[in-house]
């Protein structure tokens, strides 16, 4: 992939747009910034979801709530989503 060339990563789906590229933290043709695609392939090892759907929505919701966890950790020293036992509460 070349920047600016709007070709779709056959691995995880996000779309080469040179916009989001040189500002990694803002939006464009994809849902998700790239800083929040790379966490979302992080979390769940799968492709960046259509548009403007269900899927796309939920996958905002995943990464986001996962950033408010690492910030509310570096903040405070712990996660507040994790039990004694070092289980998370799912």
Not at 24 to 44: C, D, P
Not at 64 to 78: C, V
Request: charged content about 30%.
């Amino acid at each position: 992939m070349e920047e600016g060339d709007y070709v779709i990563c056959p691995t995880c789906g996000w779309e080469n747009d040179p916009n989001q590229l040189r500002f990694t933290g803002m939006g464009g043709a994809n849902q998700l910034s790239l800083i929040e695609m790379r966490l979302y392939w992080e979390l769940t090892n799968k492709k960046h979801p259509p548009n403007r759907t269900a899927e796309a929505k939920e996958a905002t919701r995943i990464v986001h709530r996962e950033l408010n966890r690492r910030k509310y950790a570096e903040k405070y020293g712990h996660d507040k989503y994790s039990q004694d036992n070092g289980q998370s509460e799912t």
